[in-house]
């Protein structure tokens, strides 16, 4: 089996929201849907079906976290020993070399990727690119715009 890598930072968060989802999100959608019944014919009750889409959805959630908490491999970002090599978990503080924007991206797993938050997924072109390489040198990104150039600053390894 392909254990999915995520960061013990992240692993804590997934728990954080398997367990909002379980203690508080289902009991409220349980209350929903029996509060919709109530209403009478559920063929037309837009609330009922509203109740049920977001169970279903809820559902489907816990079952994904539960997977990933249970066969992903957790890797502590802080106990590696890379030394300015850029791997999992890596924070990662870039120049781009054709516009000198500095950016930082911490590489991730899959499921903690939220480009909002400057996370990025290890299976991501910019990702793969990085990984391996070392403060200074030049990673070189396939992206929708043509090949980016990106120099590695710094790369350093706190959650």
Do not use: C, W
């Not at 930072?9 to 997934?14: C, D, P, T, V, Y």
């Not at 919709?36 to 559902?59: C, I, V, W």
């Not at 909002?116 to 990673?139: H, M, Q, T, Y």
Request: proline share 3%; no cysteine.
């Amino acid at each position: 089996m392909n254990r999915a890598p995520i960061t013990a930072k992240g692993a804590e968060l997934l728990s954080a929201e398997l367990l909002r989802l379980k203690t508080e999100v289902r009991p409220q959608i349980i209350q929903d849907i029996s509060t919709a019944r109530e209403h009478g014919d559920l063929k037309e009750n837009a609330e009922y079906h509203a109740a049920r889409e977001q169970q279903s959805f809820t559902e489907g959630r816990i079952q994904e976290l539960e997977s990933v908490l249970s066969s992903g491999q957790i890797i502590d970002v802080q106990s590696l020993n890379v030394q300015g090599r850029v791997v999992f978990g890596a924070k990662v503080e870039l120049e781009d070399l054709e516009t000198e924007e500095i950016v930082i991206y911490q590489i991730v797993g899959d499921i903690e990727a939220d480009i909002k938050l400057n996370k990025i997924a290890v299976s991501s072109p910019i990702a793969r690119a990085l990984i391996g390489k070392e403060e200074g040198d030049v990673a070189v990104v396939k992206a929708p715009s043509g090949l980016r150039e990106y120099e590695i600053i710094a790369a350093t390894y706190t959650d």
